[in-house]
């Protein structure tokens, strides 16, 4: 029997997704286009407002694509399914946020897909890289990514020599966002995903969409076009219920209930 390389784990409005391939947990072609389905129907579902994406075993989160998969026919540039490589990294409109908790090695394309999450908890244990340098190619996707995330000169000695950092120094350079002990890891990131599932839906789209869309703005032509509703996620905050429950809890001194519409 194939074991399926996902695991998945529903509680109330939290999605757990476990990328379960042992050794490595690498990413193939199948275990992409799952993914991507996997992240689609969070995206699509109303009831789920948190992911989490954790990799299985204590020495993996993922080493990225499946080099033996790959030396055995599987194709480097076949199709990933939706949402690109690991689902998340190309996924259209997804306007929730996402935690990665990183339980182990997360190097090349696992780092990437680490990247595409909105919250990094990790391990102590936990090391980064990309070392695709030393096979003669390139982490495209890190290549866009990194150098804006943490310092310029710190993310272009990553892509130039693929050398390993620490938890610690991964933090220190701000590329996560807390540490833990391996054993306290998921328990930090559920809570985490609790405190941010009890939150209004509505206004982490409208973050989310805004911080895409402002990345390669101005800052007047960004704020212009929030201010004009012009965005499909700020349009659905201004004229919704939820932005009506806040002011009323605020002047009754409740704490408002969030329906995401």
């Known amino acids: 029997m194939i074991q399926c390389p996902i695991k998945i784990k529903r509680d109330d409005h939290v999605l757990e997704v476990t990328l379960d391939r042992p050794k490595a947990n690498a990413i193939d072609l199948i275990t992409s286009q799952i993914m991507g389905d996997v992240f689609t129907d969070f995206r699509d579902d109303p009831k789920l407002r948190v992911a989490i994406i954790t990799g299985a075993g204590p020495k993996f989160f993922c080493p990225g694509w499946d080099l033996k998969a790959a030396a055995d026919g599987d194709e480097v540039d076949g199709d990933y399914g939706l949402g690109g490589f690991g689902g998340l990294q190309e996924l259209k409109n997804l306007n929730k946020p996402v935690i990665a908790a990183i339980n182990g090695i997360c190097c090349g394309g696992g780092l990437e897909l680490a990247l595409s999450a909105d919250i990094i908890f990790a391990a102590d244990h936990a090391q980064f890289a990309l070392p695709e340098i030393n096979s003669g190619t390139v982490a495209d996707a890190a290549s866009i990514k990194l150098p804006k995330r943490i310092p310029y000169h710190i993310a272009m000695e990553m892509l130039f020599t693929g050398r390993w950092l620490s938890a610690e120094e991964a933090a220190r350079w701000g590329m996560i966002n807390q540490i833990h002990a391996a054993d ?78």
Do not use: H
């Open 184 to 261: 306290q890891l998921m328990n930090e990131a559920r809570k985490m995903a609790m405190v941010l599932a009890s939150g209004p839906p509505l206004v982490y789209a409208a973050i989310k969409e805004i911080v895409r869309e402002a990345e390669n703005m101005k800052f007047q032509d960004a704020l212009d076009k929030i201010t004009s509703s012009t965005l499909p996620t700020v349009k659905a905050l201004y004229t919704s219920e939820d932005q009506l429950e806040g002011a009323k809890a605020f002047t009754e001194k409740r704490d408002p209930i969030w329906k995401g519409k």
